[in-house]
């Protein structure tokens, strides 16, 4: 993968946008893959901010959500549906009909993955799929031990990442057990992978992604499966980088 160290989250944010606001000028219906959380926060927010500077026309552009819980009520705030609604659809103007996310209207949860899948492929693949990283490895909600082929499917949320994903919750009972996420084998057959992390508490995860060996005990080390992945970090998130 090429690495990058960034000063900051807003720099990071500015180089990933200008590739995705390049890439939807050259072709219009680009498919984009969206992480949520708070990394990939700087990016839609430089995007949304070169979409309207430019004046550039993003009716076409569809979009992929990573990642869903599973369990939680229809329209809850903190649903990846919501999120990416609120901090993607409506910043950048997106035509809401375009923006996937795994799981919804199923009707089926057996289905739902392979449903997802289909979808992905219809649309012909993704075009470029921005990713964040869990301190436990993950990506996507693909936890340590998930298959490096594995496709969209349902699973369960490892005990740290509900602790870290409670913050955006008011109990930490309330964070769901279950989630349907992308598989890695869908995440690697994004045609550009960005992977973008910060922060101190990231740095273990990336050092394991990026040096350590290719291993479904972490996740992240998929990227080093891929031809065109582009890693963002900052100081803190490079300290354990050799
Ligand atoms: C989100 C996702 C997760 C997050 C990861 C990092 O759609 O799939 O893998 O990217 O948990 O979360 P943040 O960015 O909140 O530190």
């Known amino acids: 993968a090429e690495v990058l160290i960034v000063r900051s989250q807003e720099e990071a944010g500015s180089i990933v946008a200008r590739s ?75 035509d809401p009909a375009k923006v996937l996310v795994p799981g919804e209207n199923a009707t089926s949860i057996q289905t739902a993955g392979e449903d997802y899948e289909a979808a992905i492929a219809a649309a012909g693949g993704v075009d470029v799929q921005i990713l964040g990283i869990g301190r436990t490895g993950h990506i996507g909600f693909n936890e340590p031990g998930s298959s490096l082929a594995s496709h969209t499917r349902v699973k369960t949320l490892a005990e740290a990442t509900k602790r870290d994903n409670a913050r955006f919750f008011d109990s930490p009972d309330d964070v769901p057990i279950h989630c349907i996420t992308q598989g890695i084998g869908t995440i690697l057959r994004a045609r550009h992978l960005f992977l973008l992390a910060f922060g101190a508490a990231k740095a273990e995860a990336i050092a394991a992604a990026l040096e350590g060996p290719v291993s479904a005990s972490s996740p992240g080390s998929a990227v080093q499966l891929h031809p065109h992945a582009t890693v963002l970090v900052d100081e803190d998130a490079a300290t354990d980088l050799r």
Request: aromatic share 6%.
């Open 20 to 94: 995705i606001a390049d890439l939807i000028v050259s072709r219009p219906d680009a498919v984009l893959g969206l992480a949520t959380g708070s990394t990939p926060l700087a990016v839609y927010a430089a995007l949304a901010q070169i979409i309207e500077a430019e004046g550039i026309d993003v009716s076409g552009v569809r979009g992929f959500a990573l990642d869903e819980y599973v369990g939680l009520p229809q329209g809850h705030p903190e649903s990846y549906r919501a999120v990416i609604t609120r901090e993607v659809v409506e910043p950048l103007g997106l």
